[in-house]
């Protein structure tokens, strides 16, 4: 079996949706106190939230963010490998990326969408953000310790720049690459391979929460 073997795919996912389905009651108490107390309590009005919440949607973005996962994994091999960045020598690999962060995107704005319409709006943008951060920034944050970390050690612990850069650039991963994207941060080539280069899709999400209460306003 090599490794751009489709079946190590099929075999894993069926592990996952088996967990899914083990953890499910978990994980509804979970997304019961989400939407009393979370973001969609924040943008719907009427009590039984739980509603508009789109289980088979939901469900799906999860099996598409598991699919690139597979792909960063394989690009990620190659890239050690051979030691260029790019996708890898598999239809199967290359597609489950590029085609699941799409449908993800757009499964997203459907589903946020559908909350701002039924509820005319975001009636507290406050808490809709609060939850948002709430969510993503604790992983990201923990990200960039392990990138900061790595850094350090490939320059042996020594500043490549001048001091004043080196926070400049920290702080455009604390700002999430807003407005400035991510640099390398103490000038080590390649930070953002260090973790597959998946952060401008977190990017893209900061900016789109950030933007969705003035759509939602309209």
């Given at each position: 079996?090599?490794?751009?073997?489709?079946?190590?795919?099929?075999?894993?996912?069926?592990?996952?949706?088996?967990?899914?389905?083990?953890?499910?009651?978990?994980?509804?108490?979970?997304?019961?106190?989400?939407?009393?107390?979370?973001?969609s309590s924040a943008m719907l009005k009427q009590?039984?939230?739980?509603?508009?919440?789109?289980?088979?949607?939901?469900?799906?973005?999860?099996?598409?963010?598991?699919?690139?996962?597979?792909?960063?994994?394989?690009?990620?091999?190659?890239?050690?490998?051979?030691?260029?960045?790019?996708?890898?020598?598999?239809?199967?690999?290359?597609?489950?990326?590029?085609?699941?962060?799409?449908?993800?995107?757009?499964?997203?704005?459907?589903?946020?969408?559908?909350?701002?319409?039924?509820?005319?709006?975001?009636?507290?943008?406050?808490?809709?953000?609060?939850?948002?951060?709430?969510?993503?920034?604790?992983?990201?944050?923990?990200?960039?310790?392990?990138?900061?970390?790595?850094?350090?050690?490939?320059?042996?612990?020594?500043?490549?720049?001048?001091?004043?850069?080196?926070?400049?650039?920290?702080?455009?991963?604390?700002?999430?690459?807003?407005?400035?994207?991510?640099?390398?941060?103490?000038?080590?080539?390649?930070?953002?391979?260090?973790?597959?280069?998946?952060?401008?899709?977190?990017?893209?999400?900061?900016?789109?929460?950030?933007?969705?209460?003035?759509?939602?306003?309209?």
């Open positions: 079996m090599t490794i751009t073997s489709i079946w190590p795919y099929f075999f894993w996912m069926a592990i996952f949706l088996i967990l899914g389905q083990a953890l499910a009651p978990w994980a509804k108490r979970a997304l019961d106190w989400e939407f009393h107390n979370g973001e009590p039984n939230a739980a509603r508009a919440f789109n289980l088979p949607l939901e469900s799906l973005r999860g099996i598409l963010a598991i699919s690139v996962l597979f792909h960063h994994a394989c690009t990620t091999y190659f890239f050690y490998k051979n030691g260029r960045w790019e996708p890898p020598p598999s239809s199967f690999y290359a597609a489950i990326g590029p085609i699941p962060v799409t449908l993800f995107f757009m499964l997203s704005g459907y589903l946020f969408w559908g909350k701002a319409l039924a509820a005319g709006g975001i009636p507290n943008i406050k808490k809709f953000l609060v939850a948002r951060l709430r969510r993503i920034l604790p992983a990201y944050y923990l990200l960039v310790l392990i990138l900061v970390a790595l850094c350090a050690w490939s320059s042996r612990f020594a500043l490549q720049v001048s001091f004043g850069q080196l926070l400049k650039q920290l702080l455009d991963w604390v700002l999430v690459g807003i407005p400035n994207n991510f640099p390398n941060i103490n000038n080590a080539p390649n930070t953002r391979l260090n973790c597959a280069d998946v952060v401008w899709t977190l990017r893209l999400e900061m900016i789109f929460y950030l933007a969705f209460p003035i759509f939602a306003f309209f």
